[in-house]
């Protein structure tokens, strides 16, 4: 619920109030709320991140002002001149407090513990952390070139303090954007930033998978991707679509990105900058079936998942592979860029507008379709033309798998299994790099 501190518009759709307690008038039942919802075995997600924004001109709706209260105390970063560096953010400015001052971390610390678990969430996005200006004037003289980078470590360090002060270890969960080498051994989870809300490789539901792959590389082992995407270019007010620059999230694009996510370490959704504007999970029946479906998938691989989380927590390995790592002596699978491993699966989501069917390689051995049983012989690894309809993303498994077995037994269980069986047929190797 990201919203919690209440939601403002600005040039960009809607924004938040980045003064870090709850609003009373958007939410004037938010125990009551709450309480419905850990009754139904759901917890609270919230929002956090490490600016801060004058609230005086809605003094009467706030019980503290951060702002001004880390003004009064020195804890914001500041220009050469001591005054507050004031960063650009749409049609706003905020202060970022200043990590390098020992007494400044302690002080959000208590914020987060008393504004952000005191109202009952069990977790939070930890946004931002990358935008500390070179120029800026730090605690004790730091040189901000330098701590640039160091900031995204010391902000998750800094929630992680906050979460095992209060004695919620294990229990809370944080989601960063931004780190440096050290983050994941702070950060609890990552996620891969503010997509668009389209399927450009630069920026898009590809650029998701690319961001899976290589930070998976880096030592970022639990990342996952907004569902859908977030950021939508549409003019706020403007109702006219304006090609090739106008982004907003379809039907089918989020339904891909459902079913990318249900095969990744978090299966999370975001109604983005401009909810309106973007087809959301509750739009129809059918969409609402189908994310249903796909919460299902996600909860059956929990048998593959809890393996992986285990090896990621242990020994630094991602929960999304690249297949590289998986099949490091396969000549083919350093160059795959838009197919991933997660356990034993092999998969090769839908990416392109339209797409009924989906190119994947698959290495020696004998592979079978998830969703419907079928095999495939590729004795010394081959590539294959697989149908990839809505609902059916190409995932295969090992035939021997013992932990894919057991997945299928589940999605029988739950009658999401197909007995419908695809197309599928060998094919050259892709000359387009973006198969």
């Known amino acids: 619920m990201q919203d919690w501190v209440g939601a403002r518009k600005t040039s960009v759709g809607s924004q938040l109030w980045w003064n870090w307690e709850l609003d009373p008038q958007r939410y ?17 997600l919230s929002y956090i ?10 003094a009467e709706d706030c019980r503290r002002n951060l702002y001004q209260e880390a003004l009064e105390k020195g804890f914001l970063v500041s220009r050469a001149d001591g005054s507050a560096y004031l960063v650009k953010n749409t049609s706003f400015s905020a202060a970022m407090v200043d990590l390098a001052n020992p007494e400044a971390r302690t ?4 914020v987060i513990k008393d504004q952000v678990i005191g109202a009952g969430a069990s977790g939070w996005m930890a946004d931002f952390g990358e935008a500390l200006p070179f120029d800026a004037k730090l605690h004790d003289n730091a040189d901000a070139a330098v ?3 160091a900031y995204p470590e010391a902000w998750a360090q800094l929630n992680r303090e906050a979460i095992a ?77 304006i090609p090739f620059l106008d982004y907003r999230r379809s039907r089918e694009l989020l339904w ?51 393996p992986l989380g285990r090896a990621a927590a242990e020994q630094g390995l991602p929960v999304v592979r690249h297949p590289w790592i998986d099949f490091p002596n396969d000549p083919i699978t350093p160059s795959l860029r838009w197919q991933f491993c997660l356990g034993p699966l092999m998969v090769a989501p839908v990416l392109d507008p339209g797409a009924t069917a ?37 995932v295969f498994h090992p035939e021997a798998s013992p932990e894919a077995a057991a997945v299928r037994t589940r999605l029988a269980a739950s009658h999401d299994l197909s007995s419908v069986p695809p197309r599928m047929r ?3 190797p892709p000359s387009d790099e973006r198969s």
Not at 193 to 219: K, M, N, P, Y
């Open 256 to 306: 891909r990105w459902i079913e990318l996510n249900a095969f990744t370490a978090v299966f999370r959704t975001h109604e983005g900058n401009q909810p309106e504007r973007n087809t959301q999970i509750d739009v129809d029946d059918e969409t609402m079936a189908h994310f249903a479906r796909f919460a299902r998938v996600y909860a059956a691989l929990a048998v593959v998942r809890e």
């Open 147 to 149: 701590f640039h980078n």
């Open 358 to 394: 989906v190119s994947l390689y698959l290495p020696a051995g004998r592979w079978t379709h998830l969703w419907s049983g079928e095999t495939l012989d590729a004795p010394s690894g081959g590539w294959f033309l697989v149908d990839a309809p809505l609902g059916q993303p190409a």
């Open 165 to 241: 002060e209060a004695g919620l270890e294990g229990e809370v969960v944080f989601f960063v954007r931004s780190g440096f080498t050290r983050s994941p051994g702070h950060a609890t989870l990552f996620w891969a930033g503010d997509q668009l809300t389209g399927r450009a490789a630069e920026d898009g539901i590809r650029c998701g998978v690319t961001a899976l792959l290589s930070s998976g590389f880096s030592g970022f082992s639990f990342n996952h991707t907004d569902i859908g995407g977030y950021i939508t270019t549409a003019i706020p007010g403007f109702r006219l679509k």
């Open 49 to 58: 991140n490490p600016f801060l924004v004058d609230v005086s001109e809605r």
């Open 28 to 44: 004037p039942e938010w125990d009551r709320l709450r309480a419905e919802l850990e009754t139904a075995g759901a917890r609270v």
């Open 107 to 110: 002080w959000l610390k208590e």
């Open 426 to 428: 060998a094919i050259p």
